[in-house]
């Protein structure tokens, strides 16, 4: 068994691609263009991929290619990914039989009603017809391929994909950013450990038994090590992956939805030491709006950016809270702190979590005040 360590820090390799037009006609490859040579993690493409599994999708994995095909009928566009979910190919797909006609802006400056005559007559030098089909032109831009493919006279399909070199780099340095995944290099104990339901045994003393596909667990399933880590729930690819529960002793029990081995979505998790959350995850960090508990009577609801308060949110105490915006954990900005009890409350500008500036208190006998602070303390 190999586990793949959590990473918290997103590589995000921004290439430029160039051109023989002209400054005037050049144009750049667009938010999909990027998403090329980019693993799952990438935040605009596992937006994209979790928009599109909201409707008509189809997955499939290839083990004669190692490509792992993500197709949505309704968005007229397919994501082929490596075995390591690294995006090496998108196509872009016009009205058809089962396509609904891609509705975003092509990459490249294309469109589907770019006429077969305009290529045909040099209109875009860049592209020249492929030598054994002359409905199909291409080009190169540096690390990215594309391909038009025409029909009736107009471009039917869009793919651009990453060069073998620039995915051979990819592969290596976004390896970085797996979570969790079981290689499948144990001894097959019981049932069909290929395509199928079985059960497969280590020498460390994991145990793996559910679902499998092309030799990788990949479906529904249940692990557990001599370490006392256990998994119940989704995989894809040997990745921890959709709905599951796991349970890391010593760190933290977590129930909600894993994404690329990591937890990414909504989830609920419980500390060793005994604080917990429920809400939003991302890349295994807390991260969007979520609930944090102390204790039953010490929380903070609100806004969360890299595991810290960070946003609009309230701060609750035994005696009240402080509730408005937060850095890093701490009051930063405009809030409000009230005191339960006296039902006295006290707004203004904390820096840092320190009071600093003009505050004004309000006392129900005594009406409103204004007190001056600095570094916290009243002057």
Same mark, same amino acid.
């Not at 960090?285 to 969360?304: D, L, P, T």
């Given at each position: 068994?190999?586990?793949?360590?959590?990473?918290?820090?997103?590589?995000?390799?921004?290439?430029?691609?160039?051109?023989?037009?002209?400054?005037?006609?050049?144009?750049?490859?667009?938010?999909?263009?990027?998403?090329?040579?980019?693993?799952?993690?990438?935040?605009?493409?596992?937006?994209?991929?979790?928009?599109?599994?909201?409707?008509?999708?189809?997955?499939?994995?290839?083990?004669?290619?190692?490509?792992?095909?993500?197709?949505?009928?309704?968005?007229?566009?397919?994501?082929?990914?490596?075995?390591?979910?690294?995006?090496?190919?998108?196509?872009?797909?016009?009205?058809?039989?089962?396509?609904?006609?891609?509705?975003?802006?092509?990459?490249?400056?294309? &469109?589907?009603?770019?006429?077969?005559?305009?290529?045909?007559?040099?209109?875009?030098?860049?592209?020249t017809k492929d030598?054994?089909?002359?409905?199909?032109?291409?080009?190169?831009?540096?690390?990215?391929?594309?391909?038009?493919?025409?029909?009736?006279?107009?471009?039917?399909?869009?793919?651009?994909?990453?060069?073998?070199?620039?995915?051979?780099?990819?592969?290596?340095?976004?390896?970085?950013?797996?979570?969790?995944?079981?290689?499948?290099?144990?001894?097959?104990?019981?049932?069909?450990?290929?395509?199928?339901?079985?059960?497969?045994?280590?020498?460390?003393?994991?145990?793996?038994?559910?679902?499998?596909?092309?030799?990788?667990?990949?479906?529904?399933?249940?692990?557990?090590? &001599?370490?006392?880590?256990?998994?119940?729930?989704?995989?894809?690819?040997?990745?921890?992956?959709?709905?599951?529960?796991?349970?890391?002793?010593?760190?933290?029990?977590?129930?909600?939805?894993?994404?690329?081995?990591?937890?990414?979505?909504?989830?609920?998790?419980?500390?060793?030491?005994?604080?917990?959350?429920?809400?939003?995850?991302?890349?295994?960090?807390?991260?969007?709006?979520?609930?944090?508990w102390y204790s039953? &009577?010490?929380?903070?609801?609100?806004?969360?950016?890299?595991?810290?308060?960070?946003?609009?949110?309230?701060?609750? &105490?035994?005696?009240?809270?402080?509730?408005?915006?937060?850095?890093?954990?701490?009051?930063?900005?405009?809030?409000?702190?009230?005191?339960?009890?006296?039902?006295?409350?006290?707004?203004?500008?904390?820096?840092n979590g320190k009071?600093?500036?003009?505050?004004?208190?309000?006392?129900?006998?005594?009406?409103?005040?204004?007190?001056?602070?600095?570094?916290?303390?009243?002057?």
């Amino acid at each position: 068994m190999k586990f793949y360590g959590y990473s918290y820090i997103i590589a995000l390799f921004i290439f430029v691609l160039g051109s023989t037009e002209s400054r005037a006609q050049r144009h750049e490859p667009g938010k999909y263009g990027y998403m090329v040579g980019q693993c799952i993690t990438y935040p605009p493409l596992l937006d994209l991929y979790e928009r599109i599994n909201q409707e008509q999708v189809n997955e499939s994995f290839l083990p004669s290619t190692g490509t792992y095909e993500v197709t949505s009928y309704a968005y007229g566009i397919k994501l082929l990914f490596n075995r390591n979910f690294v995006l090496r190919e998108v196509q872009f797909y016009d009205s058809g039989y089962t396509f609904s006609r891609f509705q975003d802006t092509l990459p490249f400056g294309l &469109s589907f009603n770019q006429a077969l005559k305009s290529y045909e007559n040099f209109n875009y030098p860049d592209f020249t017809k492929d030598t054994f089909n002359q409905y199909v032109y291409h080009a190169d831009f540096d690390l990215v391929h594309v391909k038009k493919y025409f029909k009736s006279g107009k471009i039917e399909i869009v793919k651009i994909y990453a060069s073998d070199t620039f995915m051979i780099g990819q592969d290596a340095r976004l390896s970085k950013e797996w979570g969790m995944r079981l290689i499948p290099d144990g001894t097959c104990v019981s049932g069909d450990c290929f395509k199928g339901v079985g059960k497969m045994k280590w020498p460390t003393g994991l145990e793996y038994e559910g679902e499998w596909e092309s030799g990788i667990p990949h479906g529904v399933g249940s692990f557990r090590d &001599s370490s006392g880590i256990e998994y119940s729930g989704g995989f894809k690819l040997g990745f921890l992956w959709g709905e599951g529960k796991l349970k890391i002793p010593g760190q933290f029990t977590y129930s909600g939805d894993m994404v690329y081995g990591k937890r990414v979505g909504e989830g609920n998790a419980t500390f060793a030491n005994g604080t917990r959350y429920t809400g939003d995850w991302d890349r295994d960090q807390m991260h969007g709006v979520g609930h944090f508990w102390y204790s039953n &009577s010490f929380h903070y609801k609100g806004e969360f950016a890299r595991n810290q308060f960070n946003g609009k949110g309230r701060l609750t &105490s035994p005696e009240g809270y402080v509730e408005g915006s937060f850095h890093n954990g701490k009051p930063h900005g405009y809030c409000e702190q009230v005191v339960v009890r006296s039902q006295t409350k006290l707004s203004g500008y904390w820096v840092n979590g320190k009071k600093q500036g003009k505050f004004s208190l309000y006392n129900p006998v005594q009406g409103t005040t204004t007190l001056n602070f600095k570094d916290d303390k009243e002057i």
